[in-house]
T-cell receptor, first 115, second 111 residues
């Protein structure tokens, strides 16, 4: 089966600009996650969707980050305006049912550099 | 929120040797997962161990779980250069709804 697809793979922007990332989860997976991974650290959850509803966005900086999952399938994550500290890899993952009883499948990530 | 902490932060071994890394967590869990991340790639699921299990095997991987000590270990036997990667444990948060990762152990297997 096809894996989790993310685009773009790399993005370089100047601070205060905006950027958007796209994720297509594995077909049939109800749960979708966005993680931020700063160099040398573990992934940090930004937002979790169950179908097209938000389960947890407690660590999403809502003044600049937004995410949506239209029709419970694809998802986009947007940063506006970007700051230098947003430089990180943004990982999208999906799982069949959500909860912690199933494994998550990760995409390759989008490496964002803010200069 | 609950978080696993891997130990050591970095580990270098020779090919053929065994590698052991540990994960400690803070509160009760239902299960714990281990993931691998090769440089510049996404995470790959390795193994899930439930709270009522003490040991689990998958190929050259052996995972143990000690709920009384709130710790888990991942053993990679007969390591290969291809095992060079970062390894993360993931535990459920207080709502059991998502994965919270530790900072990881960076394993280098030297040929």
């Amino acid at each position: 089966e096809a894996g989790v697809a993310q685009s773009p793979r790399y993005k370089i922007i100047e601070k205060r600009q905006s950027v958007a990332f796209w994720c297509n989860p594995i077909s049939g997976h109800a749960t979708l996650y966005w993680y931020q991974q700063i160099l040398g650290q573990g992934p940090k959850l930004l937002i979790q969707f169950q179908n097209n509803g938000v389960v947890d966005d407690s660590q999403l900086p809502k003044d600049r980050f937004s995410a949506e999952r239209l029709k419970g399938v694809d998802s986009t994550l947007k940063i506006q305006p970007a700051k230098l500290e947003d430089s990180a890899v943004y990982l999208c993952a999906s799982s069949l049912l959500g909860g912690f009883d199933t494994e998550a499948f990760f995409g390759q990530g989008t490496r964002l550099t803010v200069v | 929120s609950q978080q696993g902490e891997e130990d050591p932060q970095a580990l270098s071994i020779q090919e053929g040797e065994n590698a052991t890394m540990n994960c400690s967590y803070k509160t009760s869990i239902n299960n714990l997962q281990w993931y691998r991340q090769n440089s510049g790639r996404g995470l790959v699921h390795l193994i899930l161990i439930r709270s009522n299990e003490r040991e689990k095997h998958s190929g050259r991987l052996r995972v143990t779980l000690d709920t009384s000590k709130k710790s888990s270990s991942l053993l990679i036997t007969a390591s290969r250069a291809a095992d060079t990667a970062s390894y993360f444990c993931a535990t459920a948060d207080n709502y059991g709804q998502n994965f919270v990762f530790g900072p990881g152990t960076r394993l280098s297997v030297l040929p």
